[in-house]
């Protein structure tokens, strides 16, 4: 996640072929669940007329606020810009909701993914699908797949960094709850406790006043954060996906749209979620609002 706006003289840079990222295409998440029978009777159970919203004609979608970008501007989700605002829209469209029809609730972080019902037909807020968080919340098919990456000042020594080890002395940050937190904990393991942050606002804020060396968060916000908000910082490198604790059992880290446990909608958004990577608009929301990997050299 980054800051809440978006210059628009960034917008070009933004615009950077996905297609030559191909490590970064979407990827079904085979765990999410579906809805029972044929295709002809899956659709007819996902008609809009027969889903169970929060409020009847409507869907609830919950985000965080800010809103970063590059996944939403100006931190307003319902204005369509941005590659998260413009995917729940597209969910939307698939599930039948026009876009007057789509509502929008502030939902922190933490709380989405917490055990409890939710105020929200469906959560999108660059949240990795995992084993444990899916013990309190379902999750759609995978919309987007992550790469994590570390950002330094270029001044201090975490910015000469070739490794994974080179990293183990520095100050390090990341967002609670995240995995950007697990790949510090879990991958870069360095010998002094990592700063923790509420959100990732705070913790682009330490950097920036050096309270930190480094701090690691999504590829996309690495690039947002060194181009337009932080341009004492830079990329020091991304890491493997395979190496987040998401991806468990070799399975590409992604983000998921988050929904209560036991959801009645959970099938039908992960069938729309699917219908827009088959049709191509997935990947075509990639290239319009993210930057790609291109550059960022993997930390080994």
């Known amino acids: 996640m980054s800051v809440a706006t978006q210059p628009r003289r960034l917008a070009a840079a933004l615009l950077v ?10 990827q079904e998440e085979t765990g999410a669940a579906k809805p029972p029978g044929s295709p002809a009777a899956q659709a007819a159970a996902c008609a809009k007329e027969r889903l169970t919203t929060r409020t009847a004609g409507k869907l609830t979608v919950g985000t965080d606020k800010p809103a970063y ?10 204005n369509g810009k941005g590659f998260e605002s413009a995917v729940a829209y597209a969910v939307a469209d698939k599930l039948g909701y026009g876009r007057s029809e ?9 709380t989405s993914v917490a055990p409890g019902a939710k105020k929200f037909d469906f959560d999108i807020n660059q949240i990795s699908v995992s084993d444990e968080r899916r013990r309190a919340v379902d999750f759609s098919s995978g919309y987007y797949d992550v790469r ?3 950002i330094a000042l270029k001044t201090s020594d975490a910015a000469k960094a070739t490794t994974i080890d080179g990293l183990k002395h520095a100050r390090l940050g990341a967002q609670v709850g995240t995995t950007s937190l697990d790949i510090v904990d879990e991958v870069i393991k360095p010998d002094r406790k990592p700063a923790v942050f509420q959100k990732n606002d705070y913790a682009k804020t330490a950097l920036k006043n050096g309270q930190v060396d480094a701090i690691v968060v999504d590829l996309p916000t690495a690039f947002f954060i060194t181009s337009a908000e932080v341009p004492e910082a830079k990329i020091v490198g991304q890491f493997d996906p395979k190496d987040a604790k ?3 059992n070799g ?3 992604q983000f998921g ?9 959970t099938g039908c958004v992960s069938n729309a979620v699917d219908a827009l990577r088959k049709d191509g608009t997935l990947a075509r929301l990639e290239k319009q609002w993210l930057s790609a990997t291109v550059g960022a050299p993997v930390l080994s």
């Open 17 to 26: 072929l996905l297609a030559a990222a191909t490590g970064c295409a979407p």
């Open 69 to 78: 970008a590059p996944w939403f501007v100006d931190d307003d989700p319902a």
């Open 102 to 110: 789509v509502l929008w609730q502030t939902v922190p972080f933490n």
């Open 148 to 150: 994590q990456a570390v």
């Open 246 to 248: 998401g991806a468990a």
């Open 251 to 253: 399975r590409q880290e």
């Open 257 to 265: 749209l988050v929904l209560d446990k036991g959801s009645p909608l």
